[in-house]
Each structure stands twice: as structure tokens, then as C-alpha cells.
């Protein structure tokens, strides 16, 4: 775990001291585009082309796992190439180790460090080293390293290149899926993080009084309707879901969110499976690479890199949602 500064990598574990124990997350500092041909802006342009652009992820990262939802949803496997790292990030960051199943080291440049993509874009950044990153081979730089705008690049850019049909940001809906979104990503997706990195009691009781509230709302509005804003799947529910399926073999016992399981609620857990079942979803999880990552890469919180044992759950199972 590390991060660049003016181009070099320093190993170090994020700094809580300055903010009473809190974990404070970082804004991502790529956030360009993709235009389709119509809509070209100023400056480098990124158009969508066939084959011009490639996905890095880890398939442990929450964040990044919606990126490949997104991109299996759309049907832009044949437009956009992945790269997966290897699960264990140490003192070099994410790292391109090839022998655990599924990461095949980096097909653009052989590089065995993903901060070599970012001082290959910016020999000089400054700052933290993340997945996802949406890679644009014709200029050799990374276009976003921001899961939440490569979503809704994917929703759209592809779309006359023959990405599948489907709007999962569609107009009609985007203030109600930007609210949920919001109080989402405070209470859930980042909340896990708060809570699992605090280094102060005050700071992790914070935390998880946010997470637990946020839950129990949301598992009120899922007894009521199918998905977040309505009985329509929306990247709303991408977002949620890529947090809900760590939980009960993750965050429970990792990063000591344990007042509730999933499992204790009925509509979430139903919920879960009910995306989880979508197709090719269950393609895009990868619970070896999940659990294997937050285990043995946290090193200040699980020194000894035991992977628990449990908990035995059916994702298969019926969800039971149809009717809602
Ligand atoms: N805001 C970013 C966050 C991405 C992120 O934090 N990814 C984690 C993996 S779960 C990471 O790469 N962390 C490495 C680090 O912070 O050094 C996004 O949504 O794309």
C-alpha cells in the first residue's frame, strides 16, 4: 500500500493521524470522457472506437467491480479489453503478479506495477495509485481512474458500436438515482472503508452508526420496491450491490461491521440475489480474489493474513423479488 509523490512511490499505510482516526478518501484525478463521434470536445479527443480502450481492475475492489458489471451489462466485452491484478496489494501497490487464477499480468506493456500506467500517463503525479483505470491505447494514457464516470461513459459512449441495448442512467430518473447514489455512497460503499480503516474508537462508532442506520433504511425501501428507485434496474443498484455481496464474507468480520449480517435482513439479502442473478453478474464475482485480497493486504488490521472460514451462503438461491 503506497502512493506516488512527483512520480516516485512511497510505501506507506493511509494517514488517519491528522483527522482523529478517520479515513478520508481521495478524489480520483483522471476524469476525462469518452465522446461519442457526434459530441467531440476540445483538447485530446477520446472517441469511442472499437478496440481503442482497456479496462485495469482488481476483481476484489468494490469500485472496480462496477466497471466490469457495467461493461458486461452493455455487452462491450468485444470493444473494451480487461486486465485483472493479482489480489495481494503490498509494498508496491497493485501489482500485475501473474499465478493467482485470473491475473495475467498486463497485456499493454508487460509492466509489473499499476503505478507504472499512471507515471506512463503523468511522470510527475502525485497522489494515490487506484482501480479502476480506463486505459486509451491510441494515446497511451489513462482517460478515468473514477468508477462512477467509466459507469456512465460505458451507458452510453458505446452505444453505435452495437453495445447492447439498455439505459441504466436513463433521464427520467437521474435526480432520484443521484440522491440515492449519494446517501449510498456516505453510508454504504464508503461507510465499509470508514468504519474497517478508523484508528480511533470515536471515528469507527461514527462509522458504523452511519452504515447500520443506512441499511436498515434502505432495507425498509426494499421491502417496498424491486430496486433503488424503482422497479427498473439502474446503476443505483450496481453501485449497491458491489458493497452488499462483500459484506457477509468481508466487511463482517474485516472491518468489524458486525452489528447485523446481510443475511439478517430479508429484503437486502433478497435483493442481492435477485442482481446477483441477472445475467452474467455472477460472472463478474470472484470471491477467491475478494476474500484473499482484504484479508491478506491489510496488514495493520489482519497482520497474520488468516482468511476466515465461514460464512457458507447460496447466492443461487431463490430471491423471491418477481412479485414487487
Ligand atoms: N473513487 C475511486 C476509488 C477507487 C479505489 O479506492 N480503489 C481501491 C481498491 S478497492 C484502490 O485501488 N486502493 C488503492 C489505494 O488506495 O492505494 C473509484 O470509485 O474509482
Not at 434496474?233 to 468489524?256: M, N, Q, S, W
Request: glycine letters at 8%.
Amino acid at each position: 500500500m503506497g502512493l506516488l509523490i512527483d512520480g516516485k512511490w512511497h510505501d506507506q499505510w493511509y494517514d488517519t493521524e491528522g483527522n482523529k482516526g478517520e479515513f478520508v478518501r481521495s478524489a480520483s484525478q483522471f476524469r476525462q470522457v469518452i465522446s461519442t463521434t457526434q459530441y467531440n470536445v476540445e483538447g485530446r479527443v477520446f472517441d469511442a472506437e472499437p478496440d481503442r480502450y482497456h479496462l485495469y481492475v482488481s476483481l476484489a475492489c468494490p469500485w472496480a467491480h462496477r466497471t466490469l458489471i457495467m461493461r458486461q451489462l452493455k455487452g462491450l466485452q468485444h470493444l473494451i479489453s480487461v486486465d485483472v491484478v493479482d489480489p495481494f496489494m503490498q509494498e508496491h501497490g497493485w501489482t500485475f503478479a501473474q499465478g493467482f487464477p485470473k491475473s495475467q499480468g498486463d497485456s499493454q506493456f508487460g509492466y509489473d506495477y499499476l503505478y507504472q500506467l499512471y507515471t506512463h500517463t503523468d511522470p510527475h503525479y502525485s497522489g494515490r495509485v487506484t482501480v479502476p483505470v480506463l486505459w486509451d491505447k491510441k494515446e497511451g494514457v489513462i482517460v478515468n481512474n473514477e468508477s462512477s464516470e467509466i459507469i456512465r461513459i460505458f451507458n452510453t459512449a458505446f452505444n453505435h458500436l452495437g453495445a447492447t441495448p439498455g439505459n441504466y442512467y436513463p433521464e427520467a430518473l437521474q435526480a432520484s438515482i443521484d440522491s440515492v447514489n449519494a446517501f449510498v455512497y456516505e453510508a454504504i460503499n464508503n461507510g465499509v472503508y470508514r468504519a474497517g480503516f478508523a484508528t480511533s474508537q470515536a471515528a469507527y462508532n461514527r462509522a458504523v452508526t452511519v452504515l447500520f442506520n443506512g441499511l436498515d433504511q434502505l432495507e425498509s425501501r426494499l421491502s417496498r420496491q424491486r430496486y433503488l428507485v424503482g422497479d427498473q434496474l439502474t446503476e443505483a443498484d450496481i453501485r449497491l450491490f458491489t458493497t452488499l455481496v462483500r459484506f457477509d464474507p468481508v466487511y463482517v468480520t474485516h472491518f468489524k461491521c458486525d452489528l447485523k449480517r446481510i443475511a439478517d435482513y430479508p429484503a437486502l439479502s433478497g435483493y442481492l440475489r435477485d442482481i446477483y442473478q441477472i445475467d452474467g453478474i455472477a460472472d463478474t464475482v470472484d470471491m477467491a480474489h475478494i476474500r484473499h485480497h482484504y484479508y491478506c493486504s491489510h496488514k495493520t488490521i489482519n497482520p497474520a493474513g488468516i482468511i476466515p472460514i465461514g460464512p457458507v451462503f447460496d447466492l443461487d438461491l431463490p430471491h423471491g423479488r418477481a412479485p414487487l
